[in-house]
């Protein structure tokens, strides 16, 4: 049997429904890691259903660090004016400014990276392995991994989120999509330091 602490603790946790905690838990057999985890899934199939609708309304969210040397803003989009003023999706569009004060992704998405950046890096790869004695043949998978890691170290959406070093900043936007009930989009972001 579940109890009701329990599933009010991880409903304050991921905000998702009662219902859908309390079957979470049950399919997880009262574990609440594996209770989230079925949440996320759950809520990224949610997710994907909604990013086909249209988001024109947002704010523009910012973050000044305290030393008053590294700032950033992120534009934020969702459906409705009533959801932009709603402080959780402001708070949301916060912790993404502060994400990018932090790690200063370049691009939002990996397929974003420049050919002409992965061109670059992956000849001085290239480089380094041979000078190391790896062989040919196994060059070319190496520099498949180290091009995949540099495009996601690089993009915002597959950083880990700097908050929760366990979910990217994409997880992090696909659970308020679940939980706010609208499309949410970064539509932009700039970083700013001296």
């Not at 949610?46 to 910012?62: F, L, S």
């Not at 002409?116 to 190391?132: D, K």
């Amino acid at each position: 049997m579940i109890s009701m602490e329990l599933i009010k603790a991880l409903r304050e946790r991921t905000g998702a429904g009662i219902v859908e905690v309390k079957k979470a838990l049950e399919e997880a057999e009262g574990d609440e890691e594996g209770a989230i985890r079925i949440l996320r899934e759950r809520g990224a199939a949610k997710a994907v259903k909604k990013t086909d609708r249209e988001a024109k309304e947002g704010v523009i969210a910012t973050y000044l660090h305290g030393n008053g040397r590294v700032a950033a803003m992120v534009k934020l989009f969702c459906e409705t004016d009533f959801v932009a003023r709603n402080s959780d999706f402001q708070e949301l569009g916060r912790d993404i400014a502060m994400h990018v004060a932090a790690m200063n992704p370049s691009v939002l998405r990996p397929e974003d990276v420049s050919g002409s950046t992965i061109e670059s890096e992956r000849s001085v790869w290239a480089e380094e392995l041979r000078n190391a004695g790896k062989p040919e043949e196994m060059i070319g998978k190496i520099l498949e991994g180290k091009e995949r890691k540099l495009r996601e170290e690089s993009a915002l959406l597959t950083q880990p989120f700097v908050k929760d070093p366990d979910r990217t900043v994409a997880d992090l936007l696909s659970e308020n999509v679940q939980k706010i009930g609208e499309n949410i989009q970064i539509g932009g972001f700039v970083r700013y330091e001296i």
